[in-house]
């Protein structure tokens, strides 16, 4: 993330999310028995804006959101064969950042965060404690 | 329309809904066929010199049936409808998940539905699973157009056949249909003539489906399954394995490329035209011609009344069946 000396800053999103697993059992008349194995993960790669909504109020607080897309990884086990695959799918996100600085590179703080995946339609909502770093200032 | 119907003496009664065949308005209908004008003899099962008239009234929306509608038997059939065979093809199956019917595309329970449509023969799409079953599917990729939410993504050429029997529901709830049971649904359960495999898979698909067309029994069925050749990857993936084996294909590429593989059938896309030449060419070496897909209504008629292919793929069957039994 940049952070210039304006309001609004820009940065570059990616991560690792997990976004759920399934495990169970079936006994089809047609195939048989198996346990069910399957797992969803999702590295998102996002263009994201910032914004400091009340700087002279609340300096540590801010809006953010971002589009591009996310890469899905799918995975787990089926009557015995292994399921592997991955698709993209566009999608954006929304939060609110409160970062407390702890010295003049750390701050620590909370994030909440909705993610809308377009391809599998999901939606969801993550509630994050951060750690940020300022890796170069100027 | 869908209809209960009941009679009092001679009197026949139907009341239910109607629905637009190229649009998802619906409404009731109510109407009756008196005993004097077809009642009797329906209800005698004399048909000789039967001239019926149909009176009723119909609405739009959630409207009591207010207008007033007439339709009375004219003529039968022309001899040019009695005497040729012509193809109303049903895209998908029977039609598109967009067009609101009672099953999804590509499922058996559309392939039922097909000739109440007025279709003759349909189109499936064929995709290969990851554990080589050709399986009736669209698009390459599970997604919402064509299925409910389902906890697997990605190609079908990613899954096996049971996996994504699992774990993959069409878009009304139904199984994902393999070609097998397409097939077998067809020759067992409808009187369908024809049917258009358009192979879809990124993969060469082709072997596993002449092995499944082989295995059927159609040899006691008057129908025809020809492979549809869309690209020029496939014609190249036909026409290698057609060097040991001939099969019946439909091309849809020019007609160089249909005499190449000795094709059943010529099917150019319905945009370029009625090709008249062409067509009387294709016709003299004994092939059959096709349009698709075609879904206007102005150009259904047209294509009908001043063309000469001998079929058309539409994903309105209702519509073509209207305009070519009226000819």
């Known amino acids: ?138 | 329309m869908i209809l209960q119907g009941g009679r009092l003496d001679s009197v026949l009664f139907f009341f239910g809904y109607w629905r637009y065949g190229i649009n998802s308005e619906t409404g009731l209908i109510n109407f009756h066929i008196s005993s004097f004008e077809g009642g009797s003899k329906i209800v005698s099962g004399d048909s000789s010199g039967l001239k019926i008239a149909i009176r009723g009234s119909y609405g739009e929306g959630d409207n009591l049936p207010g207008n007033p509608f007439k339709l009375e038997y004219l003529r039968p059939f022309s001899e040019e409808v009695r005497q040729k065979n012509f193809y109303i093809l049903a895209h998908r199956g029977g039609g598109r998940n967009s067009d609101y019917l009672q099953a999804s595309e590509n499922s058996i329970e559309i392939i039922q539905l097909a000739e109440r449509l007025g279709a003759n023969g349909i189109e499936l799409d064929v995709q290969l699973t990851k554990d080589g079953v050709p399986v009736i599917y669209h698009d390459p990729d599970i997604n919402l157009r064509l299925t409910q939410k389902s906890v697997i993504w990605g190609n079908i050429e990613d899954f096996t056949f049971a996996q994504l029997r699992t774990f993959v529901k069409l878009k009304n709830g139904e199984n994902l249909p393999s070609l097998r049971e397409a097939l077998e649904t067809v020759i067992n359960k409808t009187g369908l003539r024809f049917v258009w495999l358009d192979l879809k898979s990124l993969q060469n698909e082709i072997p596993y489906v002449i092995k499944v067309i082989k295995e059927l029994n159609i040899k006691e069925r008057d129908l025809e399954i020809v492979l549809g050749i869309p690209t020029n990857e496939k014609f190249e993936d036909l026409y290698n394995i057609q060097k040991s084996i001939k099969i019946s294909s439909l091309c849809e590429l020019e007609v160089e490329y249909v005499r190449a593989l000795d094709s059943r059938v010529w099917a150019p896309r319905w945009t370029q035209g009625l090709q008249t030449e062409l067509v009387r060419e294709m016709h003299s070496e004994g092939r059959l011609t096709f349009s698709w897909t075609l879904d206007e209504p102005a150009f259904i008629q047209k294509y009908i009344s001043e063309g000469e292919f001998d079929g058309i793929l539409t994903n309105h069957p209702t519509l073509v069946a209207y305009h070519y039994y009226l000819k």
Do not use: C
Not at chain 1, 29 to 39: C, L, N, Q, R, T
Not at chain 1, 108 to 125: F, N, P, T
């Open chain 1, 1 to 138: 993330m940049w952070h210039p000396e304006h309001l609004l800053s820009l940065g570059i999103e990616s991560g690792y999310t997990y976004l759920y697993s399934v495990k169970s059992s079936i006994n089809s008349v047609e195939f048989g028995y198996s346990e069910i194995k399957a797992s969803m993960i999702s590295v998102p790669l996002m263009m994201v804006s910032s914004m400091r909504i009340f700087p002279l109020t609340l300096p540590d607080f801010e809006v953010h959101g971002g589009g591009g897309v996310y890469w899905l990884f799918n995975n787990g086990e089926l009557y015995g064969r292994n399921i592997s695959s991955s698709i993209f799918s566009f999608g954006y996100n929304l939060g609110a950042t409160y970062l407390v600085p702890l010295s003049q590179a750390f701050s620590i703080g909370a994030e909440v965060k909705y993610y809308y995946i377009s391809k599998l339609q999901d939606s969801d909502i993550g509630l994050k404690i951060l750690f940020s770093y300022d890796f170069l200032s100027w």
